[in-house]
């Protein structure tokens, strides 16, 4: 079974910077596109960013571009997003997913990102 | 960006009823590559449905979606007790990706 374990979330302040890991297994890593989605508190789901098979190509919502890098080593079965100039609005439960013809189809269980002073 | 309205917000049913989901686009889903998910407290989203109308893995028949263009629903048969949840679509068609706010199925 697809396991995806997130890990890296906090307390940040406002302008901060934040690392967010997910490690894969059980699964062929590095043949699927990856993405980020997220979850505000009480929210609905947004999408973040994705990236293909080779991290040769990475997307992102305009919300969060020039400020999150997402980034994958293949070799270690792992997913990172680097979160920089954080803001209130980021704060939010992060899931990475296995991203299958645009369709989220495996999800770990998320880790909480909070923005606050 | 492709919105998606899904209503009712709360669907108030029984064991054993049938739910209907309703899920509006903005504009036109290319290809119909609309999906559907479940969430409970705590959880991650579970697909359950993608293309319109293809069940996931492991996903009972008492699932259904259907529709085209704007408009797309999501069929519960019969609900279970497990079935009671917020359900989620989401638009693969256009770019950037987005999700329905949710409509939350709780037991009557």
């Known amino acids: 079974e697809v396991q995806l374990v997130e890990s890296g979330g906090g307390l940040v302040q406002p302008g901060g910077s934040l690392r967010l890991s997910c490690a894969a297994s059980r699964f062929p890593f590095s043949t699927y596109w990856m993405s980020w989605v997220r979850q505000a508190p009480g929210k609905g789901l947004e999408w973040v960013a994705n990236?293909?098979?080779?991290?040769?190509?990475?997307y992102y919502v305009d919300s969060v571009k020039g400020r999150f890098t997402i980034s994958r080593d293949n070799a270690k079965n792992s997913l990172d997003l680097q979160m920089n100039s954080l803001r209130a609005e980021d704060t939010a439960v992060y899931y990475c997913?296995?991203?299958?013809?645009?369709?989220?189809?495996?999800w770990g269980r998320g880790t909480l990102v909070t923005v606050s002073s | 960006e492709i919105v998606l309205t899904q209503s009712p917000g709360t669907l108030s049913l029984s064991p054993g009823e049938r739910a209907t989901l309703s899920c509006r686009a903005s504009q036109s889903v290319s290809s119909n590559k609309l999906a559907w998910y479940q969430q409970k407290p705590g959880q991650a989203p579970r697909l359950l449905i993608y293309?319109?109308?293809s069940r996931a893995t492991a996903i009972p028949d008492r699932f259904s979606g259907s529709g085209s263009g704007t408009d797309f629903t999501l069929t519960i048969s019969r609900l279970e007790p497990e079935d009671f949840a917020v359900y989620y679509c989401l638009q693969y068609g256009g770019s950037p990706r987005t999700f329905g706010r949710g409509i939350q199925v709780e037991i009557k």
């Open positions: 997913a296995t991203d299958s013809y645009g369709v989220f189809d495996y």
């Open positions: 293309d319109t109308s």
């Open positions: 990236i293909n098979q080779d991290g040769g190509e990475k």
